[in-house]
C-alpha cells in the first residue's frame, strides 16, 4: 500500500488521479475500521492533513468556512462557533468518545454517508454547503443532496471534500440537534433531529428548516415540517404539525435497535423539543 501526504490543494489533486484504488484519509475513525474489518482495502492513501485549507476556521461576517479535516475537539473548544451555531457544535460533539473527538471531522463524518451521522442533520438546517475539488475542477453541492444512499456520496472518482461553508446566521436566529440513542454514551442515534429558526420582536418565526436522521436512507430536510412552524409562536399546534410532518417524511427500518413504527415517532418528538431548544437560544440572546 501507498501513503501519500500532499501539502496542497493541487499535489493531492494529482496523488488522487482517476481515484482508481484510493482513498482520502481524513481523521481515519471510519476509513481505518473498515480497512481492519476488511470493507475497504485501498492501494493508496492520501492523508489530506497537511492541507492548509483542510485544517482551516475561516469565520467572518458573511459565515463559517470550515476545513473538512478540522477535528470535532476543534470546533467543540471554538466559543465563537458555540455561540453562532451551537446545534451544529453539540451534534458534532455527540460523535464518539473524546479520543474519537481528536480525530474524527464533520467532513469526514459527511463523506462516510452514515443514515445516523449527527452533524449532518445539523448542517442541513444550517445552510452548508459542500465545496468539491478534484481534476475536473471545483463545484459546489449543498449539503443535503450530498449524500445518495447508506455509504453513497456524490463524490466522483478522484474528488474530495475541501470545505464546508454556512452562511451567517440572521439576527434572531439559532438552532438545535438531538438525537435518541439505547445506551446513554458512545451509540449511534435510531432518531435525530436538527432545527434551525428565526424570530420575530414578538416570537413569530418567520424562517425555520427542518431535517431529521437515523429514519431514511440519508439524512432529510423536510420542508412540510419547517412550513408547519411558520408565521407560529410555536405554540403546540404548530409543534405537533411539524411533529407529524416529519414522521410522514421518514422512511426507517426496523432492527434490533429500533422498530420502524418506533423512530418514526421519536422522531417527531424531537422535533418538536429541538424546536423549542433553538426557540429558548433566540430569547436568551435578548
Known amino acids: 500500500m501507498q501513503y501519500l501526504a500532499p501539502a496542497s490543494v493541487d499535489e493531492a489533486i494529482k496523488a488522487l488521479g482517476d481515484g482508481e484504488g484510493a482513498n482520502v484519509l481524513a481523521g481515519g475513525t ?19 492533513k497537511n492541507i492548509p485549507e483542510m485544517m482551516s476556521i475561516e469565520l467572518s461576517a458573511q459565515g463559517l468556512r470550515l476545513g473538512a479535516a478540522v477535528p470535532g475537539a476543534v470546533v467543540s473548544a471554538n ?22 473527538q481528536g480525530r474524527c471531522s464533520a467532513g469526514g463524518n459527511l463523506c462516510n454517508a452514515s443514515p445516523a451521522a449527527d452533524s449532518v442533520p445539523a448542517m442541513i438546517v ?27 456520496n456524490c463524490l466522483a472518482r478522484g474528488e474530495f471534500l475541501l470545505t464546508i461553508d454556512f452562511p451567517r446566521p ?12 439505547p445506551r446513554t454514551e458512545m451509540d449511534i442515534a435510531i432518531a435525530g433531529a436538527g432545527v434551525s429558526l428565526t424570530l420575530d420582536a414578538s416570537g413569530k418565526c418567520t424562517a ?55 423512530r418514526k415517532q421519536v422522531v417527531g418528538v424531537l422535533v418538536k423539543r429541538a424546536a423549542l431548544q433553538a426557540k429558548a437560544r433566540i430569547e436568551a440572546q435578548v
Open 208 to 262: 425555520a428548516r427542518v431535517a431529521i436522521g437515523a429514519v431514511a436512507p440519508t439524512a432529510l430536510l423536510v420542508p412540510e415540517a419547517a412550513n408547519a412552524l411558520l408565521g407560529s409562536t410555536l405554540d403546540d399546534t404548530a409543534l405537533t404539525r411539524a411533529a407529524a410532518a416529519a414522521s410522514a417524511a421518514a422512511n426507517p427500518i426496523s432492527d434490533k435497535r429500533g422498530t420502524a413504527e418506533y
Open 170 to 181: 440572521a439576527a434572531r436566529t439559532s438552532d438545535a440537534y438531538l438525537r435518541m440513542i
Open 79 to 100: 466559543t465563537a462557533l458555540n455561540a453562532i451555531y451551537p446545534g451544529f457544535v453539540e451534534s458534532l460533539d455527540m460523535i464518539g468518545s473524546s479520543q474519537v
Open 126 to 152: 444550517n445552510r452548508a454547503v459542500c465545496t468539491i475539488v478534484g481534476s475536473g475542477g471545483s463545484r459546489q453541492v449543498p449539503v443535503e443532496q450530498f449524500n445518495t444512499g447508506p455509504g453513497k
Open 30 to 48: 471510519d476509513l481505518l475500521v473498515q480497512m481492519k474489518l476488511g470493507l475497504r482495502q485501498p492501494t493508496r492513501i492520501i492523508d489530506i
